[in-house]
């Protein structure tokens, strides 16, 4: 995805069990600060039809 | 490379005559220059519509997928290899084979022809290595090796991988070709200049589906692009839907596109899709030294996790 132009730290991927409550808790921290980092999105946008 | 076509007439009609094959599966002369049309024969007496020139770029393997009849067909290094990613799949079984393959020294780039041309071109002829071009008030030679299709041009698989029946001897395969190049560009570029990149690369795409139709890994029943519940991916030309689509579609070929360009051939528009599929390819050869379609004996690289993987 990075060869396409999603900068690293925007995407991440995780394999976790519903029973495993820390590790997710952990994950969505750790997600959304590099997301946060990362800036607003700029391609693969989708940008709604302007109406008349 | 002209030399085939009696080779492949002769062997269809022996074929269809004695009952080997319910139908053959080759290409006949289209109504435009450069574009030669993928036809089923089923009589021996129609074998002589048969061609073969360097406008056989479509990939044939296409036509096979859930056929139940025994088929004779036309197949190039390319090709072979998905007959063999075919077979992989359980999606036509050898038995039901007979194949004829082709030794292939590449097939020309009809949309760099076109482009190199202001009036219409009207006949395209072939002599040897050479491409003659002609139109109202123009003729123009060029040199086979100039215009070739981006992938025959850095192609490492031009014998047949799997057949019944060479129709000429085997060609010499290609040594020391760097085939990621253009990828090892594009991963140079910083961020925002891929961004940019890949949405002018896409942007003209009118979501025709025709690389998708011409593209043999393409047989799923409905196709993603097609499911309404849910929508996955809307069905205009929104740059961000465009995108979507060809790089999903991209990553169903991955470790199973042969790179055979039908797809590239296929487009009206004449998007150079390989440039992102071919990323593809080479993760998948450089993490699981994978390459798609060359023995129906060897299982891809996930289906299975070997005791020797760390994880």
């Known amino acids: ?52 | 490379m002209l030399g085939y076509v009696k080779k492949i007439r002769e062997i269809s009609e022996r074929l269809l005559k004695e009952g080997i094959v319910d139908m053959v599966i080759g290409f006949h002369a289209g109504t435009v220059p450069m574009m030669n049309e993928p036809c089923l024969v089923k009589n021996p007496g129609e074998t002589d519509n048969l061609v073969w020139d360097s406008n056989c770029g479509i990939n044939l393997a296409n036509y096979l997928t859930g056929r139940k009849e025994k088929i004779g067909i036309v197949a190039k290094g390319c090709d072979s290899r998905n007959i063999v990613n075919h077979i992989t799949e359980n999606k036509i079984k050898r038995e039901q084979l007979f194949i004829i393959g082709v030794p292939c020294k590449g097939m020309i780039d009809r949309h760099r022809i076109v482009s190199m041309f202001d009036k219409e071109i009207e006949k395209v002829a072939e002599q040897e290595e050479k491409i003659i071009v002609s139109g109202e008030g123009f003729e123009e030679t060029l040199k086979k090796a100039a215009v070739l299709q981006d992938n025959c041009a850095i192609c490492i698989h031009r014998n047949p991988v799997i057949y019944d029946e060479l129709v000429a001897d085997p060609v010499e395969e290609q040594k020391d070709v760097d085939r990621y190049e253009d990828v090892r560009r594009i991963e140079a570029m910083p961020t925002e200049t891929r961004q940019r990149f890949f949405e002018g690369l896409l942007s003209p795409c009118i979501r025709c589906y025709a690389c998708r139709d011409a593209c043999p890994l393409c047989y799923c029943p409905t196709c993603f692009v097609d499911e309404s519940r849910p929508q996955w991916v809307g069905k205009g030309i929104d740059t961000a839907d465009i995108m979507t689509f060809h790089f999903l579609r991209a990553f169903h070929g991955a470790g199973r596109c042969t790179d055979c360009g039908a797809c590239e051939r296929a487009c009206p528009l004449g998007i150079k899709m390989r440039t992102f599929s071919m990323k593809l390819e080479k993760d998948c050869f450089e993490m699981y030294g994978w390459e798609a379609g060359l023995s129906p004996d060897e299982r891809p690289p996930l289906e299975t996790i070997p005791r020797t993987d760390k994880g």
Do not use: D
């Not at chain 1, 750790?30 to 997301?35: I, R």
């Open chain 1, 1 to 52: 995805m990075e060869h396409i132009g999603i900068e690293p730290g925007r995407l991440h991927l995780s394999w976790i069990s519903s029973a495993e409550a820390n590790r997710f808790t952990e994950a969505v921290r750790e997600v959304t600060s590099a997301v946060k980092a990362a800036g607003p999105n700029k391609t693969l946008v989708k940008t709604r039809a302007g109406i008349a």
